[in-house]
């Protein structure tokens, strides 16, 4: 049936003067009734100003069985003799079939919308609509502001219509807002431009709205992940990590995020290989969008036990992402029982409905979960989350790898550490000793210092401290090593430098049977002194290491003017001693580079506030040693630090007599003699016997075997010694005599009643010592 264009005459009134036959089969009133009624009765709403003003619009009249009917009806004016209006034509035209075009705007994939000069609208496609939530002939001639609500976005929108409008040039910008008919905020990207009649002048815009939400979500996710790169493993602290990653997920990606691991993690244990059945997790780490986070139902630091249908037990067994949605029996259960554990936060999960959980993987080892869950956010969590989480997880599972290993290495080699340095130091009468020794807290693990203090013969003492090159286990085991040589050099009175000479021979053997790799970390500094408390004497050498700091009783304090050999390992080059003389109560300072050394400050000026602090007034050795550290250290060392603070003393000339013997064996009775009668004096007559026979071998021994001149010396210290001195270098040893020989067994008496015994070398020839012990003092 051919359709027909319905239209109506209106005097200027509104009487309704004339009516077609396209209009009695669009409304159903028949001209007989239409005609002579007023065109309000014919309506069943008031038309639009805005379609009044604009002779063209929606109007919706009722049909004659009552029921409404949305038109879009334009008016001609029909002028009367005087060129006034006298009525109005009114014409309906019958839809005609699409054009082309008019199929590409209407079926268009974005919001395809035209506005007049004055921000009306004119047309919209079907995408427009879907936004908008209402068909287009709600919208046509009605001023934009009128369709959405006012908010910051739509007046962005307005002002971008008005500056086309006004300057003629396209607009093109992107903008993330909601729309009328859309549950969340998308991602648009909008383009307008004018539109010009064929004279030049403009008409209205044209305008372009590409829904670009996934991709602004994919960037979004890509830039989680560019932060996590820079964002997460900061430190390598396995729980500063774990909260790097929660702090990245809420709350762009989660309203709620936490991190929970194996117990073995934080611990020293080997990882379980079974997964299955209930799996126990510590949290470390969790943060929402509320202060506190009440949502959290285990508390940071507590275990707790999750059920096999639990969401993370899952992405723990079955090594993937997990998504668990609202209504979804699994998850409902899981909320209950978090509800059940933690009620006070029960109202906080109000509106929970989607969650996401993903194991964290690192080389081939399960380490724990991370859990997102969305409550104000709109969206339920997506195949695409679940790949970016995956993503994600597996990064911050390696930085989180690697803070455990760093952990469990440093505790190792700092358990290697302590359990090579000295522990209780010897108690002698030389010195006064303090001590303290700092692990480095920086990234590059736990070094190689030490420091000793060696008991030698003749109540001296060797003090010791070094720094191996490097960190970590390797630089530990190394620090063993050169302090178990030292000791056992000093054990044979070395003087410190050719001790120091033997030590780099050593050094330099040990890099050479070491492969390639670990010759770098054998090298070492070292400084070594031994103190004499009879002749108060300080004699020492280093090997590229710090000098040491000398406070005098009358209060000055300076660095020991002291030539450092090269460091041990680079073989070849000689090591100088240096000798001082110290009145007793001076205190040495002896310390790794790692006390004064710093990026951030000269080594000059760092050495002066250690000469600095070393005057402070304290009331011990230990209160001096705090003292030191507080003024001194960097706030942030970057290396390890030991301290060996030693305060002399001296053994004065009523506890060490001395006598000159001559190379006669009828002087023996006279030294014997000598001896007793000095252990008189000192009150220890008990130990004359054994004294006697170790006066006479020794003497005896000097006087058939050695050269003059001979010295015998009595030292009454926390133990007796006795000591002969002889201008021969040739040290005696221990041997086995047969039944019948008159000689041979006069060392081994000695070594059998005495506590010690033994030779050093000196400028004029050897020492020999023995040691008996001495009942402490009331």
């Known amino acids: 049936m051919e359709q027909v264009s319905a239209a109506a005459v209106i005097s200027a009134r509104g009487i309704v003067t004339g009516w077609s036959e396209g209009a009695r089969a669009l409304t159903g009133y028949p001209a007989e009734e239409a005609v002579g009624r007023s065109v309000g009765a014919l309506l069943a709403e008031p038309p639009a100003t805005t379609a009044v003003a604009a002779l063209t619009g929606s109007v919706v009249l009722r049909h004659r069985d009552g029921t409404p009917l949305r038109l879009t009806v334009r008016a001609c004016e029909i002028l009367g003799p005087d060129g006034t209006p006298d009525g109005y034509v009114l014409t309906v035209e019958p839809p005609a079939a699409p054009t082309l075009a008019e199929q590409a705007f209407q079926q268009a994939s974005m919001s395809l919308s035209v506005f007049d000069a004055e921000q009306r609208y004119v047309r919209l496609n ?41 300057t003629g040039r396209p607009v093109r910008y992107d903008s993330w807002a909601g729309a009328p008919a859309l549950n969340r905020e998308h991602s648009w990207s909008i383009e307008m431009w004018p539109l010009k009649g064929d004279s ?141 554990r933690s009620p006070e936060g029960r109202s906080h999960r109000k509106g929970v409905h989607s969650m996401l959980a993903v194991p964290l993987r690192a080389r081939g080892t399960t380490l724990g979960v991370a859990v997102g869950v969305r409550m104000a956010h709109p969206d339920d969590y997506a195949d695409d989350d679940a790949l970016f989480a995956e993503e994600l997880a597996s990064r911050a599972a390696v930085c989180i790898d690697n803070a455990r290993r760093f952990a469990r290495e440093r505790s190792t080699a700092l358990a290697l550490q302590h359990s090579l340095l000295p522990r209780d130091l010897p108690g002698q009468a030389a010195v006064e000793v303090a001590h303290r020794y700092l692990p480095s807290g920086s990234l590059a693990g736990i070094g190689g210092d030490w420091f000793d203090v060696i008991p030698l013969s003749g109540s001296r003492v060797g003090l010791v401290v070094g720094d191996v090159v490097g960190h970590g286990i390797a630089s530990s085991a190394t620090m063993g090593r050169l302090r178990t040589a030292v000791r056992t050099l000093a054990d044979v009175d070395l003087p410190p430098d050719e001790l120091l000479t033997h030590l780099d021979d050593l050094v330099t053997h040990l890099a050479t049977d070491d492969t390639a790799d670990e010759v770098a970390e054998l090298g070492a500094t070292c400084l070594y002194a031994v103190y004499d408390p009879v002749s108060r004497h300080l004699t020492m050498a280093a090997a590229g290491h710090p000098p040491p700091a000398v406070v005098l009783p009358d209060g000055t304090a300076s660095l020991v003017p002291i030539t450092a050999g090269p460091p041990l390992g680079v073989g070849g080059l000689p090591f ?90 009828a002087h023996v009775a006279r030294a014997r003699q000598a001896a007793t009668a000095q252990l008189t004096a000192w009150g220890l007559d008990e130990e004359a016997f054994v004294t006697e026979l170790v006066v006479s071998e020794l003497v005896t021994n000097a006087i058939r075997y050695g050269e003059p001149p001979i010295q015998l010396r009595l030292i009454r210290d926390r133990a007796l010694i006795c000591e002969v001195s002889d201008a021969s270098s040739t040290s005696p040893h221990l041997r086995r005599a047969h039944a019948y020989d008159e000689g041979g067994r006069g060392l081994l008496l000695v070594a059998q009643l005495t506590q010690r015994w033994g030779s050093r070398q000196t400028g004029g020839g050897k020492t020999i010592w023995a040691e008996q012990p001495l009942p402490p003092p009331d």
């Open 126 to 166: 079907d995408v427009a609509c879907r936004v908008m939530g209402v068909p287009e002939d709600v919208l046509v001639g009605r001023y934009f502001p009128e369709s959405v609500e006012d908010a910051e976005h739509s007046r962005s929108f307005l002002d971008n219509l008005r500056m086309v409008t006004e």
């Open 200 to 340: 030049g002048e403009l008409t209205g815009v044209g305008l372009a709205a590409f829904d670009s939400t996934e991709q602004y979500l994919a960037q979004q996710r890509l830039a989680l992940l560019n932060e996590a790169a820079a964002g997460i493993g900061t430190t390598l602290d396995v729980v500063r990590t774990a909260e790097e990653l929660v702090e990245l997920l809420v709350p762009r990606y989660a309203d709620f995020a936490s991190v929970d691991l194996l117990p073995w993690v934080l611990g020293a244990d080997e990882p379980p290989q079974d997964l299955d059945g209930d799996v126990v997790l510590r949290r470390v780490a969790h943060g929402s969008g509320t202060e506190g986070t009440p949502e959290a139902a285990v508390r940071l630091g507590g275990a707790d036990l999750y059920p096999p249908f639990s969401p993370p037990a899952r992405a723990l067994r079955e090594g993937r992402a997990v998504r668990s949605q609202a209504g979804e029996p699994d998850f409902v259960r899981w909320v209950a029982d978090r509800n059940a």
């Open 576 to 665: 100088e001693s240096v000798e001082l003389e110290l009145p007793e109560g001076a205190t040495i300072a002896l310390y790794t580079d790692g006390l004064i050394e710093d990026r951030e400050r000269d080594v000059d000026h760092a050495t002066d506030a250690l000469c600095r602090a070393l005057l402070t007034p304290v009331e011990s050795l230990d209160a001096l040693c705090d003292a030191v550290l507080k003024a001194v250290m960097p706030a942030e060392p970057g290396d390890d630090v030991a301290l060996l603070l030693v305060r002399t003393r001296a053994l004065g000339a009523d506890r060490v007599a001395t006598w000159d013997i001559e190379p006669d064996p």
